[in-house]
C-alpha cells in the first residue's frame, strides 16, 4: 500500500528531497544615490591606495600644498608693478594738491604778484644759466683756454667792481629825486628807500657825488641835512639807481611805501624812467687790515 505501481511491473519509490536548513538569506534593498556614491567614492580611493601604494591625501594638506610654495607667473608681476607704479602717481598728485591748497585763500591781488615775481626770478635763473653755459662753451671750444679764462677773470673784476663802487657802470634804471624843502627827510628815510630799490634788484645807487656800496651808512647832521658815509649830501637828494625800471618804479610806489611815506614829510618825490643812467661816483679801493684771501 505504501509504494506506488508503474505500468511494466516495475515498482520504485521516489522520495522527496529534503528542505536545506541554514542561515536565512539577507534581504536585498535597492541602493539609494547617496549610498551609492559612497560606494564609488570608497572603490577609487582604494583603487588609488592600491595603486599609488600611498595613504590618500585630506582637504587641508591638498589646501596648503595648493597654496605654498607660490606661483608667480610672469602676468602677475606685471599687473603688480602697474599697481604700484599707479599708487605712486596718486600719492605724488595728492600731494601735490595739498602744497598748492596754501594759495587757495590768498587774494587775487596777492597772487599776482606772486606770480610776477616768480616770472621774474625765472627769468633771472635763465639768463644765469645761459651764461653760464656760454662760458663753459667758450672754454671748451677756445683753442687758447688760459686767454679765455684771462678774458673771464677780467669780466669777473669788472663786474666786482661795479658792486664794490671802484669803476662806472651805466644801463637802464630810474632816477629818484626827493625835493626836501620843509628839511623834514631823515636818514631813517633815505635809507629806507636804498633797502628797496636793492630789494627790487638795483644793481648800482648813487646818491647827488656819493656812491652807495655794501657797507654805506646814512647819519642825520645837526643843521637838518643828511650825510652820506660821512659826507654832507645838498638837497634835492638825487638817487641814480641802474637796474631793471619795470621792478624799480613799482617797488617805491607800493601802498605804504617810500613815496607815500616821504610825501606825508610834505616832500616832493619823482621818479622818471630811463633807458641808461650812468652812474660815475667812485669809492677808493681799500685794502683789508686783517682779512686775507683764503687761497694764499
Avoid: C
Avoid at 599708487?87 to 594759495?103: E, K, M, T, W, Y
Avoid at 669780466?155 to 628839511?183: S, W, Y
Avoid at 651808512?217 to 641802474?242: A, E, N, Q, W
Avoid at 618804479?249 to 617810500?258: K, S
Amino acid at each position: 500500500m505504501g509504494t506506488d505501481e508503474t505500468p511494466g511491473g516495475d515498482n520504485r519509490g521516489r522520495a522527496l528531497p529534503a528542505e536545506v536548513h541554514g542561515a536565512p538569506a539577507e534581504p536585498v534593498q535597492a541602493a539609494g544615490p547617496e549610498q551609492g556614491e559612497q560606494r564609488d567614492a570608497h572603490h577609487d580611493e582604494q583603487q588609488n591606495t592600491q595603486q599609488d601604494g600611498q595613504e590618500p591625501l585630506s582637504g587641508r594638506r591638498r589646501l596648503a600644498e595648493g597654496l605654498w610654495p607660490p606661483r608667480v607667473t610672469r602676468p602677475q608681476l606685471i599687473v603688480a608693478l602697474l599697481l604700484f607704479v599707479l599708487g605712486l602717481g596718486l600719492a605724488i598728485q595728492v600731494r601735490s594738491n595739498n602744497d598748492s591748497s596754501a594759495l587757495r585763500g590768498a587774494r587775487q591781488e596777492d597772487l599776482v604778484r606772486i606770480l610776477d615775481e616768480l616770472d621774474d626770478r625765472t627769468q633771472r635763473l635763465e639768463g644765469e644759466k645761459q651764461r653760464l653755459e656760454d662760458q663753459r662753451t667758450g672754454l671748451e671750444n677756445s683753442s687758447d683756454q688760459a686767454e679765455e679764462a684771462r678774458k673771464q677773470t677780467v669780466e669777473k673784476e669788472r663786474q666786482l667792481g661795479i658792486l664794490a663802487g671802484t669803476v662806472a657802470a651805466q644801463g637802464p634804471g630810474i632816477t629818484l629825486t626827493i625835493d626836501d624843502k620843509k628839511g623834514s627827510v631823515e636818514a631813517d628815510m633815505l635809507l629806507d628807500a636804498i633797502q628797496e630799490l636793492r630789494a627790487a634788484g638795483a644793481e648800482a645807487i648813487q646818491i647827488n657825488d656819493v656812491r652807495v656800496v655794501a657797507n654805506t651808512y646814512l647819519s642825520d647832521t645837526d643843521s637838518g641835512g643828511v650825510r652820506v658815509d660821512g659826507r654832507k649830501v645838498g638837497k634835492p637828494y638825487r638817487f641814480k639807481v641802474i637796474g631793471k625800471p619795470q621792478d624799480l618804479e613799482p617797488a617805491l610806489n607800493i601802498p605804504g611805501g617810500v613815496v607815500q611815506t616821504l610825501e606825508k614829510e610834505q616832500a616832493t618825490v619823482t621818479v622818471t624812467r630811463a633807458e641808461k643812467i650812468v652812474v660815475d661816483a667812485l669809492r677808493a679801493a681799500k685794502r683789508p687790515d686783517y682779512a686775507r684771501s683764503s687761497s694764499q
